[in-house]
């Protein structure tokens, strides 16, 4: 059996033309997937889902019961995965900026760069060159999250216009909420992302890492 996830993509704000790209992608790399944007998903119990994804939410997604449920599902021992713009979702809730481990800033305009990997161990990781070459928003966030997190990839500003963050610009990261496992990838702006191979073994490594499904180590 599959393992299954819920793959939530409300938007209150900007809305990604790639949401239904990156559904596809999920569904494709084996994924049993319950894709929704209906806030009253996260209001019942997690527990059947081996990771829940906010797949570029935006704005305010969630009611006092759908944050409830999600907090208690990851402190429990759930999975949660943030994809791109998840990292520009639920600024009025204080403990989603913990659990995500930073909150967007801005961006410069879509542009190709160079990733550094900094844990060529991490099933999201693995499998990637050392200075990755993609095409993405390279995100910039209100605080640097080192120190809180595991961080995995570091955008290389040099490689691009824009940047704000300077040397240290995290950009993927892993981190243990509670019982629960977080995983965070700041790219996926495109659709055609989500045709690119590398990025999507990096998703998979990311989800199975996240819903311990993967052959590694806490990080």
């Known amino acids: 059996m599959s393992p299954r996830i819920l793959v ?8 990604h033309d790639s949401i239904p790209a990156g559904v596809a992608a999920l569904r494709s790399l084996g994924f049993d997937v319950d894709a929704t944007e209906e806030p009253g998903a996260l209001e019942r119990p997690l527990d059947a889902y081996a990771a829940v994804v906010f797949l570029s939410t935006s704005g305010e997604v969630l009611n006092d019961e759908g944050r409830a449920r999600l907090a208690a599902y990851v402190e429990g021992g759930g999975g949660f995965v943030g994809v791109h713009a998840a990292a520009c979702t639920e600024y009025d809730w204080p403990y989603y900026g913990e659990l995500l481990g930073a909150r967007f800033a801005r961006h410069p305009e879509y542009q190709p760069g160079k990733a550094v990997i900094e844990d060529r161990n991490h099933p999201a990781t693995r499998h990637l060159p050392a200075a990755w070459e993609f095409t993405d928003e390279w995100y910039d966030f209100r605080a640097n999250p080192r120190g809180a997190v595991h961080v995995l990839v570091r955008a290389d500003e040099s490689s691009y216009d824009g940047g704000g963050m300077g040397a240290d610009h995290p950009l993927v990261w892993c981190r ?3 019982a629960g496992r977080v995983f965070y990838t700041a790219l996926g702006h495109a659709a055609e992302a989500y045709d690119d191979p590398d990025f999507r073994r990096h998703l998979l490594g990311g989800i199975n890492w996240a819903a311990r499904l993967a052959d590694t180590s806490a990080r």
């Open 8 to 15: 939530y993509s409300r938007t209150t704000a900007y809305r």
């Open 176 to 178: 243990e909420q509670g």
